[in-house]
């Protein structure tokens, strides 16, 4: 049996997600049904926002479930009803083992990172963040625990100096739909070796927890490159953050998109210099980050030499 001779069945959410489920589905997979989540209200008219995977769908005449609950019995026979050889999850919510048990083969997830590094909600952020010079995707079978399933296939991807984690997941988007086809393959051919996580030797474990606002936050009196990595690792999304205080006192939050460094002695952290022209730049411990790319709080994203062209006294801020 191949992997286009199998029922499959597939599952997830954001963009990230259509592109494993477009390599299924137009290099002739046998795709029977997409699960994804169900419809949310969303921006200032709070309208119904349909899914990057629902869209995707639709658009290709695929059936289509959005359940409330995985444990509805409803929808448990709905999904039994299609009689699945897999499931293959990317960019979803953690499923009941009476889904995931399911399918004769079962069911694998495509993780954003080279397990068992990086197990989590945000697995590309952290890499940048924690200056990982490598990351990649792993293909594992579910098991009870999260992201800690016997291990299926990996790629790896080097994280360049500049790379932001719009970059890396722009980049890993293709190399894990190309891993999902290989790891389809493999488990139709049944020619693959599934290996145990804690049989794997590696040094201390990096988790990758949700990521919260204060998360987010900058603290000027870290380093130089800390600081780069954390604007890097949450550029363009959630987005690294200082909160500015102007002539009166007044909170202006600053979202911090891009940074260069410029390592300096003696700096006070936090302190701000402009030219109000050209550049912005913030000390930390022991350098001068140039910021390029920023958004003040009810504006929009821009470059620093256009943002300066409509703001002045820059040079009256503070951090907070």
Not at 53 to 69: D, I, N, T
Not at 73 to 89: G, R
Not at 144 to 171: C, M, S, W, Y
Not at 280 to 292: E, F, V, Y
Request: glycine residues 8%.
């Amino acid at each position: 049996m191949t992997g286009k001779d199998l029922r499959i069945v597939f599952m997830g959410t954001p963009d990230f997600a259509v592109a494993s489920l477009a390599a299924l589905v137009e290099n002739g997979y046998q795709v029977v049904g997409v699960i994804t989540a169900p419809d949310k209200p969303a921006g200032r008219g709070r309208r119904l926002q349909e899914s990057a995977v629902k869209k995707y769908a639709s658009e290709k005449g695929l059936r289509l479930l959005q359940p409330e609950k995985l444990k509805n019995p409803a929808f448990i026979e709905e999904l039994e009803s299609l009689k699945a050889d897999l499931q293959v999850v990317v960019a979803f919510r953690m499923l009941p083992e009476v889904v995931w048990r399911m399918p004769r083969l079962g069911t694998f997830n495509l993780h954003g990172s080279l397990l068992p590094q990086y197990r989590g909600a945000a697995p590309l952020n952290w890499a940048v963040i924690n200056g990982e010079k490598e990351t990649g995707v792993t293909t594992f079978l579910l098991s009870h625990e999260i992201d800690t399933g016997a291990i299926l296939f990996h790629e790896k991807t080097p994280i360049q100096e500049n790379d932001t984690v719009g970059d890396i997941h722009d980049r890993l988007m293709g190399i894990g739909a190309q891993l999902v086809v290989k790891t389809v393959d493999a488990l139709g051919e049944g020619n693959y070796s599934a290996i145990a996580q804690d049989k794997i030797q590696t040094t201390k474990l990096k988790p990758a927890p949700k990521i919260f606002k204060e998360d987010c936050r900058i603290n000027w009196s870290q380093e130089g490159e800390q600081i780069r990595n954390l604007i890097r690792g949450l550029s363009p999304y959630p987005a690294a953050w200082t909160e500015l205080l102007d002539e009166k006192g007044q909170p202006l939050t600053l979202k911090i998109f891009f940074a260069e460094l410029e390592k300096a002695d003696k700096l006070i952290p936090g302190t701000i210099e402009s030219d109000e022209k050209t550049y912005l730049k913030i000390a930390s411990a022991d350098s001068w980050l140039h910021i390029t790319d920023l958004q003040l709080s009810g504006k929009k994203r821009m470059k620093t030499e256009d943002f300066l062209r409509g703001y002045h006294g820059i040079n009256k801020l503070k951090t907070n």
